[in-house]
């Protein structure tokens, strides 16, 4: 089911940005390696049913659409606004790419803030409990964290610092972004993929995390996804 998995991720890829039919069948095939190659047709009927299966989702980009021209922004769950000048310009394929950001930004930017949160979590953890865990905050790679840790220390960032830091402690808070039309969101959190690596690009085996210090069954754990 990997290349099924792939091809729905795809579809609610295209969705958040606004892609076409055509768009969203080339980037099925793209992504799958040609396992999957649906026709612009299959396609609009993938993103037709998701829109079936999901009302609220068809109400949301409606709305962000029509926040373009007023109140002329759209907010996401913390309260920072992407405006636009609609307005003030009269071209259609301009105003087809803002409302393809409007409809984006909500979604990429409270995730992109809840990271900013996440990652301000982490240096107050390291803080909190100095000496306890000697990692260090490597890079931020659009909504993943790559961390530098001691092996022998591993098993805190992975079921500690990472659970609590990017999930426990990074609440999303409640929020509608157009008053009276969209239902408000309750306050919720996002699930935290972990991997572990040894090297660039490749994960560690069970045995080269043993090697550095992280117990057996820590290191099972860790690498059994």
Request: charged residues 25%.
């Amino acid at each position: 089911y990997g290349a099924m998995r792939v091809a729905a991720k795809t579809i609610h890829f295209g969705i958040a940005y606004q892609r076409g039919a055509k768009a969203v069948a080339r980037a099925i095939i793209a992504e799958t390696g040609g396992k999957l190659a649906p026709s612009p047709e299959e396609a609009q009927r993938f993103i037709d049913g998701f829109y079936d299966t999901y009302p609220e989702v068809r109400d949301y980009v409606d709305y962000c659409k029509m926040s373009v021209i007023r109140p002329g922004y759209v907010s996401n769950a913390y309260g920072r606004r992407r405006r636009f000048m609609a307005q003030e310009s009269d071209e259609r394929g301009q105003l087809a790419a803002f409302e393809r950001e409007a409809v984006n930004m909500p979604i990429q930017g409270t995730v992109a803030d809840t990271l900013n949160v996440a990652v301000s979590n982490m240096y107050r953890w390291r803080l909190m409990y100095a000496g306890r865990c000697n990692y260090r905050i490597i890079l931020v790679v659009h909504d993943a964290v790559l961390i530098e840790v001691p092996g022998e220390q591993a098993h805190i960032v992975y079921n500690e610092v990472l659970p609590q830091c990017m999930t426990t402690m990074a609440v999303i808070p409640s929020w509608y972004p157009w008053p009276h039309t969209v239902k408000k969101s309750e306050p919720f959190t996002l699930d935290v993929d972990r991997e572990v690596y040894i090297r660039w690009g490749v994960k560690a085996t069970a045995e080269e995390l043993v090697a550095r210090g992280v117990s057996t069954e820590d290191a099972e754990l860790m690498t059994k996804h």
